[in-house]
């Protein structure tokens, strides 16, 4: 199995920027997939960056295009998620998922951190 935890969440003004960490408990490069969701009260979890592919591609929401990039440190075991011109709207928890193939198609989530954008 694999363990993700969050950071680098906060309050931020309209237009600031902000860096997510997800670091996981083995090396990414074993995972398939290792991406970013969001959550906000009352609504579904939605997609806002990933590597899949085994981290040779790249998928965004199309909110974020733009203006979030998700990046990763292998040897850090590592996956960022680097946020500019941040909006009230992007307002959410955020959390990092983890998804391994074999032996089973299984995911894994982190606790989540918490992204305020307010001025």
């Known amino acids: 199995q694999v363990q993700v935890v969050e950071s680098g969440g906060g309050l931020v003004q309209p237009g600031g920027s902000l860096r997510l960490s997800c670091a996981a408990s083995?090396?990414?490069?074993?995972?398939?997939?290792m991406g970013w969701y969001r959550q906000t009260p009352g609504k579904q979890r939605e997609l806002v960056a990933e590597?899949?592919?085994?981290?040779?591609?790249?998928n965004y929401a199309a909110s974020v295009k733009g203006r979030f990039f998700i990046s990763r440190d292998s040897a850090k075991n590592t996956v960022y998620l680097q946020m500019n011109s941040l909006k009230p709207e992007d307002t959410a928890v955020y959390y990092c998922?983890?998804?391994?193939?074999?032996?089973?198609?299984?995911?894994?989530w982190g606790q989540g951190t918490q992204v305020t954008v307010s001025s």
């Open positions: 998922k983890a998804t391994v193939r074999w032996p089973r198609l299984e995911y894994y």
């Open positions: 590597f899949t592919s085994g981290g040779s591609s790249t």
């Open positions: 083995r090396s990414i490069s074993s995972i398939y997939a």
